[in-house]
């Protein structure tokens, strides 16, 4: 009989299970969720979902849209062709039509409009991507949420960190930074003075874990003297900080179970890698690594340990950041909305333009689905088979199918409508299925957790050929505001995931800058302009403005420009400048 727990599908930390129970979505009353579903679980059937597929604004029967996917594809060289997925739905199927478009011979994308660059910093200084699940978070006795923001992209973390002490360092006054028992409002951008200035501090101390330095880090003393580079009176004023606060944050972490809880805020900046490579520094000296109950935690690899069935080696890829739409004559786009999603969203509209053919596989309307030629609505994830695993703890999720529906084509069926007709080998869903599951064990709690996957995770040392933790060897300066610009901040907003669900439209800032709530400005950077009504948020910092991810319009402020490391985007880097309208 099928099992009426299945998982959220989303793109989120908690990956949690969920109940279908008599068509209702029900929190799962075991496990990290502990009875509590979020806003967009207790909303979801409220979304109005694509419900007919069309072709040039016509409505047409799903057989009718696969031929016409058919003739669209056969109408130009698959080199000319590319297949652009988005993280619209996590689960491991997805991937599947990644493996047939290779096979087809078409382009594929690369790169990361999302924790890339503080990914590649972690694989430079450890040697892989390997993360501090939510269960040791749970056993360690200070949290230090650093460029995260709980409340509204992790709430299941909360219910762990109840009695532990908390840090915080956000330029934003978040919820968790009012209940915190340590808040630095840090200057964006230069968290990599702060990471380093603690480091030197707690080297001055001599509260480093000495132990662990001599075994698992012999460069420190050469890191400890690059530290020494940093004018302190004067970076502690640029950043917005006193020696105090330095003093209070090595007190209440030094000799204290720590976890370094980073969100993907600290890192939307060109030299992203540099920034969580210095933060994961301080871990070092702190000696957080490889003992339980701390760590530092942030996005990690949701297929770590898992071998992927699907081949895509063969293809030829382009980046997802600064995707080239326009040398492609057909451009399939699923489980994403890059129009409102990707940097620089005048250049993707211009670059879209010239592409022939635009395919939207997806579930809802929004400006991608707006312009594309033809339109073939997907599955939900109560209507197909998949698996998930997660980027914040190791458990792997069966998502059986729980309603039958006429709506939509799920991934699966449609790679293998596209391998039938191309003569490609695929697997039969079961299989594929089964495969994931092979690299899932069941826990003595009863847990289905991925294989192979510690949970506390460099007990031997780094992942590095000699097992040495690699420092950082230099940095760059970061740039800073002029007297008339501000820092765009553009974090997660509570009820969108991204640009799905309930968005929001506006611009935040502090009452200082003389406007009125309401009124309508127009926000210029060098990539482009956007025009949104203002509110009013005291818990801003006065050079700072906020616009969530999800916004329409925010990314026409955004640059297109990749990270140093990790191919990922940088929405943070451009300054942007305000103008009343009269
Ligand atoms: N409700 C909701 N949940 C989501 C999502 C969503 O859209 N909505 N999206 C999901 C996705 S795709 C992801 S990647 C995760 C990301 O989730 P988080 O990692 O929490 O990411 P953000 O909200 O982008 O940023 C987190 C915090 O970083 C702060 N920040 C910004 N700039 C800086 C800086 O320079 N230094 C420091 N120290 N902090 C800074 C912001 O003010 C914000 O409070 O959330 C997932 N969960
Ligand atoms: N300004 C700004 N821009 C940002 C960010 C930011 O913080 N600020 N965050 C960036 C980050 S971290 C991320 S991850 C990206 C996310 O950007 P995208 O990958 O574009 O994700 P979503 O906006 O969630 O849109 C995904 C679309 O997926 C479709 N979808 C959902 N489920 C399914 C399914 O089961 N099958 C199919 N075929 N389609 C489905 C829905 O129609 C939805 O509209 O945005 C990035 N853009
Ligand atoms: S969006 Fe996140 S918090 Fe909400 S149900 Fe899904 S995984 Fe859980
Ligand atoms: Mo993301």
Not at 145 to 157: D, I, K
Not at 320 to 326: E, H, L, M, R
């Given at each position: 009989?099928?099992?009426?727990i299945?998982?959220?599908?989303?793109?989120?930390?908690?990956?949690?299970?969920?109940?279908?129970?008599?068509?209702?979505?029900?929190a799962?009353?075991?496990?990290?969720?502990?009875?509590?579903?979020?806003?967009?679980?207790n909303?979801?059937?409220?979304?109005?979902?694509?419900?007919?597929p069309?072709?040039?604004?016509?409505?047409?029967?799903?057989?009718?849209?696969?031929e016409?996917?058919?003739?669209?594809?056969?109408?130009?060289l698959?080199?000319?062709?590319?297949?652009?997925?988005?993280?619209?739905?996590?689960?491991?199927m997805?991937?599947?039509?990644?493996?047939?478009?290779a096979q087809?011979?078409t382009?594929?994308?690369n790169?990361s409009l999302?924790?890339?660059?503080g990914?590649?910093?972690?694989?430079?200084?450890?040697?892989?991507?390997k993360n501090?699940?939510?269960?040791?978070i749970?056993?360690?006795?200070?949290?230090v949420?650093?460029?995260?923001?709980?409340?509204?992209?992790?709430?299941?973390?909360l219910?762990?960190?109840?009695?532990?002490?908390?840090?915080?360092?956000?330029?934003?006054k978040?919820?968790?930074?009012?209940?915190?028992?340590?808040?630095?409002?840090?200057?964006?951008?230069?968290?990599?003075?702060?990471?380093?200035?603690?480091?030197?501090?707690?080297?001055?101390?001599?509260s480093c874990?000495?132990?662990?330095?001599?075994?698992?880090?012999?460069?420190?003393e050469?890191?400890?003297?690059?530290?020494?580079?940093?004018?302190?009176?004067?970076?502690?004023?640029?950043?917005g900080?006193?020696?105090?606060?330095?003093?209070?944050?090595l007190?209440l972490?030094?000799?204290?179970?720590?976890?370094?809880?980073?969100?993907?805020?600290?890192?939307?900046?060109?030299?992203?890698a540099?920034v969580?490579?210095?933060i994961?520094?301080?871990?070092?000296?702190?000696g957080?690594?490889?003992?339980?109950?701390c760590g530092?935690?942030?996005?990690?690899?949701?297929?770590?340990?898992?071998?992927?069935?699907?081949?895509?080696?063969?293809?030829?890829?382009?980046s997802?950041?600064?995707?080239?739409?326009?040398e492609?004559?057909?451009v399939?786009?699923?489980?994403?909305?890059?129009?409102a999603?990707?940097?620089d969203?005048?250049?993707?509209?211009?670059?879209?333009?010239?592409?022939?053919?635009?395919?939207?596989?997806?579930?809802?309307e929004?400006?991608?689905?707006?312009?594309?030629?033809?339109?073939?609505?997907?599955?939900?994830?109560?209507?197909?088979?998949?698996i998930?695993?997660?980027?914040?703890?190791?458990?792997?999720?069966?998502?059986?199918?729980?309603?039958?529906?006429?709506i939509?084509?799920?991934?699966?069926?449609?790679a293998?409508?596209?391998?039938?007709?191309?003569?490609?080998?695929?697997?039969?869903?079961?299989?594929?299925?089964e495969?994931?599951?092979?690299?899932?064990?069941?826990?003595?709690?009863?847990?289905?957790?991925?294989?192979?996957?510690?949970?506390i995770?460099y007990?031997?040392?780094f992942?590095?050929?000699?097992g040495d933790?690699v420092?950082?060897?230099e940095?760059?300066?970061?740039?800073?505001?002029?007297?008339?610009?501000?820092?765009?901040i553009?974090?997660?907003?509570p009820?969108?995931?991204?640009?799905?669900?309930?968005?929001n439209?506006?611009v935040?800032?502090?009452?200082?800058?003389?406007?009125?709530?309401?009124?309508?400005?127009?926000?210029?950077?060098s990539?482009?302009?956007?025009v949104?009504p203002?509110?009013?948020?005291d818990?801003?910092?006065?050079d700072c403005?906020?616009?969530?991810?999800?916004?329409?319009?925010?990314?026409?402020?955004?640059?297109?420009?990749?990270?140093?490391?990790?191919?990922n985007?940088?929405?943070?880097?451009?300054?942007v400048?305000i103008?009343k309208?009269?």
């Open positions: 009989m099928k099992s009426s299945t998982a959220c599908p989303l793109d989120c930390y908690d990956a949690c299970s969920i109940v279908y129970d008599e068509g209702k979505l029900r799962f009353k075991d496990g990290h969720t502990h009875g509590f579903l979020c806003p967009h679980m909303h979801y059937k409220r979304h109005l979902r694509i419900t007919t069309r072709y040039k604004g016509q409505a047409i029967t799903m057989d009718a849209a696969l016409k996917l058919k003739e669209i594809l056969d109408a130009n698959k080199s000319e062709t590319l297949h652009y997925r988005g993280s619209g739905n996590f689960a491991l997805q991937g599947v039509t990644d493996h047939v478009f087809m011979g382009y594929l994308t790169g999302c924790d890339g660059a990914e590649a910093g972690i694989i430079e200084g450890r040697g892989s991507n501090m699940p939510l269960s040791e749970a056993k360690s006795e200070v949290v949420f650093w460029g995260r923001n709980p409340h509204v992209t992790s709430s299941h973390l219910p762990l960190i109840k009695d532990k002490t908390i840090i915080v360092i956000d330029p934003v978040t919820k968790i930074a009012k209940m915190a028992d340590l808040y630095i409002q840090i200057k964006p951008h230069t968290d990599i003075f702060l990471a380093m200035l603690l480091y030197r501090f707690l080297h001055i101390e001599d874990d000495d132990a662990f330095l001599q075994k698992f880090a012999s460069e420190h050469e890191y400890y003297e690059l530290t020494q580079t940093i004018r302190i009176k004067a970076i502690l004023e640029d950043i900080m006193t020696l105090g606060q330095i003093g209070d944050f007190h972490v030094v000799g204290h179970k720590t976890a370094i809880v980073c969100g993907v805020g600290i890192q939307k900046y060109r030299d992203g540099d969580m490579r210095a994961d520094a301080l871990a070092v000296g702190l957080l690594f490889g003992k339980e109950g530092v935690a942030y996005l990690g690899d949701s297929k770590e340990a898992i071998a992927m069935p699907f081949d895509t080696k063969k293809a030829k890829k382009v997802k950041v600064n995707t080239p739409f326009d492609f004559k057909t399939f786009i699923q489980g994403a909305n890059p129009l999603q990707m940097p969203s005048n250049r993707v509209e211009d670059s879209l333009e010239h592409v022939e053919n635009i395919v939207y596989f997806g579930l809802y929004n400006e991608t689905s707006a312009v594309a030629d033809l339109v073939i609505p997907a599955k939900t994830f109560l209507e197909k088979e998949d998930r695993t997660s980027y914040s703890h190791n458990g792997m999720m069966m998502m059986h199918k729980q309603v039958e529906s006429e939509g084509i799920s991934e699966y069926a449609l293998a409508y596209l391998a039938e007709i191309y003569s490609i080998e695929l697997q039969s869903e079961t299989a594929y299925l495969h994931f599951k092979n690299h899932g064990v069941v826990k003595i709690d009863g847990s289905f957790e991925v294989e192979n996957r510690q949970t995770p007990k031997d040392g992942d590095t050929d000699d933790f420092f950082l060897e940095f760059e300066v970061p740039q800073k505001v002029q007297e008339d610009e501000f820092y765009l553009t974090p997660k907003f009820t969108s995931l991204n640009s799905q669900f309930y968005r439209e506006n935040y800032m502090h009452s200082s800058l003389g406007f009125r709530e309401g009124e309508r400005v127009k926000l210029l950077s990539s482009g302009e956007v949104l203002v509110k009013i948020n818990d801003l910092r006065n403005i906020v616009i969530y991810s999800g916004t329409p319009g925010v990314n026409n402020l955004t640059s297109s420009k990749h990270s140093y490391e990790g191919k985007a940088i929405y943070q880097e451009n300054f400048r103008k309208i009269n």
